[in-house]
């Protein structure tokens, strides 16, 4: 693949452009979670990625920032990025220092080759003949999906405890009132259910509450479709 992974010189434009369609398709084609980060990382590399010198040097605010998140959720963005190994940190931000990533691209193919017909019969010979007789590894976006919450995590309600930190954190008062006696019974495919002390705080968090619950659990399960209480 070395020709694949030239980011300056003559092509160099054309490429970046299709890596970027590759990643798009990837988020397309995928769950909440792994959309989610397709568009933060998209934003990234359009905006701020340094293509000469090859590395992405963006502080954790200035993400936050872009991607109208906190830094909370920037930290585990990045963590989940590297994780995937689509961005790989080639020096760690330390005392006030900012991280430097390098883009692997080598993964990027991975990830976006089963998309690549799907964009058009040219762009699939296009990016075969960059690749050139390198076999891509072709992995499961599931994978991905399913590496978001590990079985330790999930055995001791790791993701819901932090949603509860965020609400706590939010309003005190009000998740003293509502949310503190709520009970997780699992999140399956972007729906959540609960078990709630009452019909009444069930209907009060429907009707008053949901938004803030959505968006805390977005920040750790992902995309939120539907709330059940059991």
């Keep these: 693949m070395q020709n ?22 990837v988020g397309l084609a995928s769950p909440g979670v792994m959309m989610t980060s397709m568009t933060r990382l998209i934003s990234l590399l359009t905006a701020r990625y340094n293509w000469k010198r090859d590395e992405l040097c963006v502080g954790q605010r200035e993400m936050a920032r872009m991607w109208s998140v906190n830094e909370r959720t920037v930290k585990r963005e990045i963590k989940r990025l ?34 690549w017909a799907l964009i058009g019969p040219d762009f699939e010979q296009r990016m075969r003949e960059r690749v050139g007789n390198a076999a891509v590894k072709v992995i499961s976006l599931q994978d991905y999906v399913n590496a978001r919450v590990t079985p330790a995590e999930a055995e001791s309600n790791a993701p819901w405890d932090r949603v509860r930190e965020d609400l706590a954190r939010a309003d005190t008062a009000v998740f003293a009132a509502w949310f503190d006696r709520l009970e997780f019974e699992g999140f399956v495919d972007g729906t959540l259910t609960l078990k709630a002390p009452s ?15 959505r968006s805390a659990v977005e920040a750790e399960f992902g995309t939120m479709r539907a709330l059940i209480f059991v």
Excluded: M, W
């Design 4 to 25: 694949a992974t030239r980011l300056t010189g003559p092509g160099a434009a054309s490429f970046k452009y299709d890596l970027l369609a590759g990643l798009s398709v």
């Design 199 to 213: 019909r009444f705080v069930e209907r009060y968090i429907e009707t008053h509450l949901a938004r803030q619950l």
């Design 82 to 115: 590297t994780g995937l190994e689509i961005l790989v940190c080639t020096r760690p931000g330390v005392r006030g220092r900012v991280a430097v990533y390098r883009l692997n691209i080598a993964r990027i193919l991975e990830l976006s080759e089963p998309g």
